[in-house]
């Protein structure tokens, strides 16, 4: 196993934490989405991700109404 | 897009919303701005960037292997295409991002001086190349761009009016 990050090369760190929280946010919109499409219920899917049913609501509610997924109430 | 818009920033901010939104992003970023540039075509800007071979294809594919290129930094070896896509948000009303920020504050700065809200796309482009330290620095280094070059071109239209 090599060093993760040059400690020569901040800059290519710092552009790794950019790429880490896209990849971060690109999952959490498709994969909540996938569950809700599987039929699970918010708060099974914010009891996966450690946050509140009301967050992930928040966050993503209009999205997959507006995409057409069927939700459940609970 | 028409070339003789007086004012494109509204334009400009307009098309980089929607950048923003087909890229799952919550703000919108330089490199929105620089895809919506790009997207005018007709503009002196936009000529530039694509006498570079900077395409909004071009712009894409630099930044999905700029993405690429940092997760593999973090131990990541993923292809961006592969990736799953989740249904953009139509319906959300993107914020400016601090690099758009950036970008607006460099470009009101390049000389000439400006009045307010006269700024067009070659000032824009001038703002957005006006740094190597950005998304769109870094993606544009990827795609084998002479940043420097395309930045001291952008300025020295600027200079002569080219709005």
Redo the contacts between chains.
Sequence with gaps: MTE??DPEDP???L??V???R??A???E???V??AMRAGWSWSEVAEVLGITRQAVHKKHA???V??GVALRRR | MPSDVKDVRALLVHGARDEARRDGSRTIEAEHVLLALAATRTTPAARMLAEAGLTEDAIRAALDREWEQGLAVAGIAIRIGLLPMATPDHGRDPHIGESTKLMFKRAMEAPPKIGAGRIGPTRILVGLLDTDRSRVARALQVAGVDRAALRAKAAAALAQGVR
């Design positions: 993760l990050v800059a290519a760190g552009a790794a950019v790429a880490l896209r990849l946010d690109r999952l919109d498709s994969q989405e996938q209009r999205r997959l507006a995409a």
